[in-house]
């Protein structure tokens, strides 16, 4: 098997081809990383099923561990996590390595503000390019002690402080990242919470702290809390990632003759952009057999191929569909007309600036694709035409090389992918379950 350490995984997959049948893509890794953290916190012993076996969130899984919280598994997705109670954390033996893992990072540094013992949190090259200012500035003004590097990057040192007090809020970028590391230090601090929005971001903390027993108080873009309180086990049952079957989505959308359904996706409407944006494009996406999955609403997607035009991207769906842009690209560029995005600056400080290199990547492959400061303005080829093959640099994104294996649907040649391990990161099993949906992808020792 293939590990993350390897010297690298090549993609390289076959032009042509349809993409069929049922498939379950793994589990959401945004509720995954929470669904640890909570449980963690918890007073009892919580059951998590569908939790992604992924990089990401085992970084995560081994962080706690490494400060005293006793987990059995993963089985098949299955987790029993022994919640030590809010105050029942210990101080790591060393430094926490969260790898690629930005929710980690993030959603720690505000959880691990308020302890009464330091922390150490470090992550891979690119993790240590982002920016972490962004929490740990507005932790400072709730009275945390965190160290960043100059440049205000990672490694992170946590520093023990008296206590910590609630405030008052406006994020300034939209950032369901930063609201969530907030709400956790909130659970630690004196007094309400309060935070506003610019506009509307993932809520998968907010619903899974109402789950576990912890009241929070939504009205429009508003989130408070009040810190202090206690948390409750209960079980969680983790959706497919919707981010992950977004692959799946355009791949099915741009291939003729493809027929699809993904099982049990969540479609909470704070991620389900992709849908939106795919169908305003003319896709043929139907959801099936809706149902609520705890605090989290699922549905069957059934994908069927179409023709597709170019869009201009509503400035308000850019939150609600932030990690699916690598994807969405790949169907713009198979698409009839042009495909504009603004406001779309958070895609630099991505797993990469998925700006440049997705331009860079649709470049190679015969697309017109000029990138701007706040997104990327795409020449569609159109709804009969093929890319071209050829090779592309993911940077070590999980998401652009999945978004270029999708590509070889519509292409004229083979289209190879350079960096690829970190696939692994969000989406085990990528390779083979596309295999196994009709794509032609192997996957090479670099
Ligand atoms: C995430 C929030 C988003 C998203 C990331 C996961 C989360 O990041 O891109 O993959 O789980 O809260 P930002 O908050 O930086 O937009």
Known sequence: ?????????????????????????????????????????????????????????????????????????????????????????????????????????????????????????????????????????????????IRTTAAGTAPLHIMPVPRLDAIEYALPVASAQVKSSLLLAGLYADGITDITE????????????????????????????????????????????I????????????????????????????????????????????????????????????????????????EAQVPLAIDEFPALFIAAACADGETLLTGATELRVKESDRIAVMAAGLDAIGVVAEPRADGLRIGGRGAAALLGGGQIHSHGDHRIAMAFAMAALRAAAPIQIEDCSNVGTSFPGFADLAVAAGLGITEACA
Not at 35 to 40: D, E, N, R
Not at 205 to 229: C, D, H, K, Y
Request: glycine share 12%; no cysteine.
């Open 198 to 241: 610019p506009a509307p971001t993932r809520d998968h903390t907010e619903r899974m702290l109402r789950a576990f027993g912890w009241p929070v108080q939504t009205s429009g873009n508003r989130i408070r809390l009040v810190g202090g309180q206690r948390l409750r086990a209960a079980p969680i049952a983790i959706p497919a990632d």
């Open 1 to 145: 098997m293939m590990t993350r350490d390897a010297a690298g995984i090549r993609f390289e997959v076959a032009p042509g081809g349809a993409l069929r049948g049922r498939l379950r893509v793994p589990g959401d890794k945004s509720i995954s990383h929470r669904a640890v953290m909570l449980a963690a916190l918890a007073d009892g012993s919580t059951e998590v099923s569908g939790f992604l076996e992924g990089a990401d969130s085992l970084a995560t899984l081994v962080a706690f561990r490494a400060m005293g919280v006793q987990a059995e598994g993963p089985h098949s997705g299955r987790l029993l996590i022994h919640g030590v109670g809010l105050n029942g954390l210990r101080a790591a033996p060393g430094p926490m390595d969260l790898g690629n893992s930005g929710t980690s990072m993030r959603l720690l540094a505000g959880l691990l503000a308020g302890q009464t013992f330091p922390s150490t949190l470090t992550g891979d090259a690119s993790l240590s390019r982002r920016p972490m200012r962004r929490v740990t500035e507005p932790l400072a003004t709730m009275g945390a002690d």
């Open 243 to 314: 981010s992950s079957a977004a692959f799946f989505l355009v791949g099915a959308s741009i291939a003729p003759g493809s027929d699809l359904i993904l099982e049990q996706v969540g479609i909470n409407p704070t991620r389900a952009g992709i849908l939106t944006l795919l169908q305003a494009m003319g896709a043929d996406i139907s959801i099936e057999n809706p149902r609520q999955f705890g605090a989290e609403p699922v549905a069957d997607l059934h994908v069927r191929s179409a023709p597709l035009r170019g869009i201009r991207i509503p």
